[in-house]
């Protein structure tokens, strides 16, 4: 019982490790600029958490967001696959 969980834990943290502290751009979301424009385009966690830098890195970007695909992504790979991967060593265990 403790074994799953233990893994679990260890790859939550590291891939939330990953996703915020590494620019990987995989997550929906949108982009709004000061001319009212909006683009569709992959961003990364690390840029949402880090708001204030990534708009005062763009000065013409008004505002960026996930759409709900992006949010979808973000509970698929930083809690799914931890959750899955630490199942599946729980049926590794019972199979044997």
């Known amino acids: 019982?403790?074994?799953?969980?233990?893994?679990?834990?260890?790859?939550?943290?590291v891939i939330g490790f990953v996703t915020l502290f590494f620019p990987i751009k995989m997550y929906d979301g949108q982009i709004?600029?000061?001319?009212?424009?909006?683009?569709?385009?992959k961003l990364s966690l690390s840029f949402l958490v880090n708001k204030?830098?990534?708009?005062?890195?763009y000065p013409d970007v008004k505002d960026i967001y996930l759409n709900k695909i992006g949010w979808a992504?973000?509970?698929?790979?930083n809690i799914a696959l931890p959750l899955m991967i630490a199942y599946r060593?729980?049926?590794?265990?019972?199979?044997k």
């Open 1 to 13: 019982m403790k074994k799953p969980i233990i893994v679990f834990i260890i790859l939550f943290v």
């Open 52 to 57: 204030a830098d990534f708009l005062k890195d």
């Open 73 to 77: 992504m973000i509970v698929a790979v």
């Open 32 to 41: 709004l600029y000061f001319s009212g424009m909006v683009e569709d385009q």
């Open 89 to 95: 060593t729980t049926l590794k265990k019972n199979k």
